[in-house]
């Protein structure tokens, strides 16, 4: 693993060597531009359309466009002329707490490893921070430019994460979402029925369990065509993108859907048992006349009471045919209920 940079972590009076060694390692796949007539790799070449001519790299320099057109050189002299404190150093600001930085400041990881000489004041500085709970807000200076820097624990080290300055983040406000709130109304219900679909996908967090899909079926297909063989097409499944339900509806079939999945999905890991109940399901679902809602809000009654007698039901028939199960029984009937409808998919 290649070694980035060098320094020292200043931690009050004391330097702790390190370096800095790349966490992560992105999947991509590097295309070439080939020329199309015969296959061969085309060249870059650095050219000047004022001169008309090629243009070396040692005659090349550096230069901000101050105004439209009109540029400034920066030389290496000028760059040297600004010295940058953080080129050797990590120089720790201050200790936080790692649960109060969003994570849209973070940009890259890095793994800090200790140089011979600072093996035992880099684990002091571990086990301070370990058992302090704390990271520590720094600056690093990387390929000249000045980053700041997250150093925190990371199982048996310390890890760096680059971070994007406050001026770096763009404001939400540009986006328009805050205005939504005050010009969209939502049920109860509504959200109730949102949270149950929450419930149901909720799993433990395992990366291992994750992939990068087309990447995969991209490096297959290159494979194949490399043995001069024609791959065929990777079959998608098609997404509906008809509103043949209203919202509700739709929130009420994914319990449903959730409800079947999330078992085998999840790996039969669930955090949550515990539906969330809802009410007024049925007034929630569409706006309705003001005559059709009076003839029809005995009958929702009944229906929430009925569905919350159902979750009842279902919870002690499952109690039951488990129990069964166990010691060969054959599960007793479910009890035969009159003059109601039950919804189940909550």
């Not at 199309?36 to 085309?42: L, M, R």
């Amino acid at each position: 693993m290649a070694t980035i940079w060098k320094g020292a972590i200043n931690f009050g009076l004391i330097n702790v060597p390190v370096k800095l060694l790349a966490a992560t390692d992105k999947e991509t796949v590097a295309f070439r531009m080939l020329h199309k007539k015969c296959g061969t790799p085309i060249n870059q070449k650095r050219f000047c359309p004022s001169c008309g001519e090629e243009v070396e790299y040692k005659d090349i320099s550096k230069g901000f466009e101050y105004e439209k057109g009109e540029f400034v050189e920066i030389t290496e002299d000028d760059l040297k002329k600004i010295p940058v404190k953080s080129a050797k150093y990590i120089q720790i600001i201050d200790f936080i707490d790692i649960s109060s930085v969003d994570p849209v400041y973070y940009e890259k990881s890095y793994y800090l490893a200790p140089e011979t000489a600072g093996e035992k004041p880099y684990l002091i500085l571990y086990n301070a921070m370990k058992q302090t709970n704390c990271a520590a807000i720094s600056k690093i200076s990387i390929r000249d430019k000045e980053r700041l820097c997250c150093v925190r624990v990371f199982n048996d080290g310390l890890m760096l994460n680059t971070m994007f300055f406050p001026s770096e983040i763009r404001t939400y406000s540009d986006v328009g979402a805050e205005k939504i709130a005050a010009k969209t109304k939502v049920s109860q219900a509504e959200t109730d029925l949102a949270v149950q679909i929450v419930q149901n996908l909720t799993a433990e967090f395992e990366p291992e369990k994750y992939h990068d899909e087309y990447y995969g079926q991209l490096m297959e297909m290159i494979e194949a065509k490399a043995e001069g063989k024609n791959p065929a097409a990777v079959k998608t499944e098609k997404i509906e993108t008809k509103n043949s339900l209203d919202l509700f509806e739709k929130l009420k079939a994914s319990v449903e859907a959730t409800m079947r999945v999330s078992g085998s999905e999840n790996g039969g890991k669930k955090i949550k048992e515990k539906p969330v109940a809802v009410k007024n399901a049925k007034k929630a679902s569409a706006p309705k006349s003001e005559k059709e809602t009076s003839a029809k809000s005995s009958a929702a009654s009944k229906t929430e009471k009925a569905a919350s007698v159902k979750l009842s039901a279902a919870q002690k028939e499952k109690n039951k045919t488990v129990a069964a199960k166990k010691d060969n029984r054959p599960p007793s009937p479910p009890p035969q209920k009159s003059g109601a409808r039950y919804y189940t998919g909550v």
